[in-house]
């Protein structure tokens, strides 16, 4: 039996799984319910981490967002390897110092259990050339400067999940999944394949998020510093103020923003959400020449009816038709109308499951 321990960590929650295996694992489709699982504030990390490792585990999993460049999709980690993390996780201040947080709290309470860092881009690394280079200098370039992606944990599982449930072939079918929570993204799929993404070199490009801005014009930032922002108001800005919670100067959270429909900012937001998610699925289902599948998954994929009404409003102009009464009832599964020439899931979220398999690998 080999017990795998996963940590999820945001830049306010911390997720865990248990997955105990005592054999291979079923299809990256078929998950298991977890064997233990928690939810928690950052806050609370260290006493719900104590829980978690009360029962012995056999390794420790760890979702990171921005690794070194060069690194593998999945490595042990080590006091060398946490320091060049740390350095590399300044693109992505949000959610990697929390998991080297929790990395260093299961230190303390297990030292002889091993841990890995599992990237959370290594499954966009098929993007062709076009999709991961900039308008730049090509010296730029060459020193890594280039659109990574993230969620992939997400992305992958959602297309292989939603195949599953669509009844598609994952090797030939046309796939975009929308991974929508507090950070989202969308990714183009072809034959299980990411070929492009909507996040770039860092978790700030793309999708208006929950408190981050997504893809703003680089000359208004030239403006912004011009005037006297400094690079790191500049930064706490966009990471932190701007998004949802900028547009509406209500709240960040979906919710809020849905039940406060007598405030126009409130509206706002929300119309601004949804006209850059059907742009964007829009441009991806022409980057794979058409599309099959539509996948929706994360907190606001799974749970927010009426953002994926807006997402598919007018239907993409390719015919993609919800089903409002199974888009009303659905927690997973097909959510398209009969008519509609493009199948559409909502998938549940298992970046937990997907942690499980590579720890799993990594020990094989």
Same mark, same amino acid.
């Given at each position: 039996? !080999?017990?795998?321990?996963?940590?999820? *960590?945001?830049?306010?929650?911390?997720?865990?799984?248990?997955?105990? &295996?005592?054999?291979?694992?079923?299809?990256?489709?078929?998950?298991?319910?977890?064997?233990?699982?928690?939810?928690?504030?950052?806050?609370?990390?260290?006493?719900?981490?104590?829980?978690?490792?009360?029962? @012995?585990?056999?390794?420790?999993?760890?979702?990171?967002?921005?690794?070194?460049?060069?690194?593998?999709?999945? &490595?042990?980690?080590?006091?060398?390897?946490?320091?060049?993390?740390?350095?590399?996780?300044?693109?992505? @201040?949000?959610?990697?110092? @929390?998991?080297?947080?929790?990395?260093?709290?299961?230190?303390? #309470?297990?030292?002889?259990? @091993?841990?890995?860092?599992? %990237?959370?881009?290594? &499954?966009?690394?098929?993007?062709?050339?076009?999709?991961?280079?900039?308008?730049?200098?090509?010296?730029?370039?060459?020193?890594?400067?280039?659109?990574?992606?993230?969620?992939?944990?997400?992305?992958?599982?959602?297309?292989?999940?939603?195949?599953?449930?669509?009844?598609?072939?994952?090797? %030939?079918?046309?796939?975009?999944?929308?991974?929508?929570?507090?950070?989202?993204?969308?990714? *183009?799929?072809?034959?299980?394949?990411?070929?492009?993404? !909507?996040?770039?070199?860092?978790?700030?490009?793309?999708?208006?998020?929950? !408190?981050?801005?997504?893809?703003?014009?680089?000359?208004? $930032?030239?403006?912004?510093?011009?005037?006297? /922002?400094?690079?790191?108001?500049?930064?706490?800005?966009?990471?932190?103020?701007?998004?949802?919670?900028?547009?509406?100067?209500? %709240?960040?959270?979906?919710?809020?923003?849905?039940?406060?429909?007598?405030?126009?900012?409130?509206?706002?937001? #929300?119309?601004?959400?949804?006209?850059?998610?059907?742009?964007? $699925?829009?441009?991806?289902?022409?980057?794979?020449?058409?599309?099959?599948?539509?996948? &929706?998954?994360?907190?606001?994929?799974?749970?927010?009816?009426?953002?994926?009404?807006?997402?598919?409003?007018?239907?993409?102009? $390719?015919?993609?038709?919800?089903?409002?009464?199974?888009?009303?009832?659905?927690?997973?599964?097909?959510?398209?109308?009969?008519?509609? /020439?493009?199948?559409?899931?909502?998938? /549940?979220?298992?970046?937990?499951?997907?942690?499980?398999?590579?720890?799993?690998?990594?020990?094989?």
């Amino acid at each position: 039996m !080999t017990r795998v321990l996963t940590v999820n *960590a945001g830049s306010t929650s911390l997720k865990l799984e248990r997955y105990d &295996f005592a054999a291979a694992p079923p299809p990256l489709a078929d998950p298991p319910a977890p064997a233990y699982a928690a939810q928690t504030t950052a806050a609370e990390a260290e006493r719900v981490l104590a829980q978690a490792v009360a029962e @012995p585990v056999d390794v420790v999993a760890h979702r990171f967002v921005r690794l070194p460049d060069g690194a593998p999709a999945i &490595f042990r980690l080590d006091r060398s390897a946490d320091e060049k993390i740390a350095q590399a996780g300044a693109d992505a @201040p949000l959610h990697d110092a @929390p998991a080297l947080r929790a990395v260093d709290i299961l230190n303390k #309470l297990c030292p002889d259990v @091993p841990q890995f860092a599992v %990237s959370d881009s290594a &499954f966009h690394r098929t993007m062709p050339p076009a999709a991961t280079t900039y308008a730049i200098p090509a010296e730029l370039t060459r020193q890594g400067l280039r659109r990574l992606g993230y969620h992939g944990l997400s992305h992958e599982y959602a297309a292989h999940r939603g195949c599953t449930l669509a009844g598609l072939d994952i090797k %030939s079918a046309r796939v975009v999944t929308a991974h929508l929570g507090g950070g989202s993204s969308l990714c *183009a799929v072809r034959g299980g394949a990411s070929v492009d993404t !909507t996040m770039g070199y860092t978790p700030l490009e793309g999708l208006p998020m929950a !408190t981050r801005s997504g893809s703003v014009d680089p000359g208004l $930032l030239i403006h912004l510093l011009r005037a006297g /922002t400094s690079v790191g108001a500049l930064e706490e800005m966009l990471e932190r103020r701007s998004g949802l919670l900028g547009m509406s100067a209500l %709240s960040e959270d979906v919710r809020v923003l849905l039940a406060a429909s007598d405030n126009p900012a409130a509206r706002l937001a #929300l119309d601004v959400l949804g006209w850059r998610l059907r742009a964007s $699925l829009g441009a991806l289902a022409a980057v794979l020449g058409g599309v099959d599948l539509i996948v &929706f998954t994360g907190g606001i994929g799974e749970h927010a009816v009426s953002i994926r009404s807006a997402a598919l409003d007018g239907g993409l102009g $390719l015919g993609a038709q919800l089903n409002e009464q199974r888009n009303a009832k659905a927690t997973e599964g097909r959510i398209e109308s009969d008519t509609s /020439t493009v199948a559409v899931c909502v998938v /549940t979220a298992r970046e937990g499951w997907q942690l499980a398999r590579a720890a799993l690998s990594a020990l094989a």
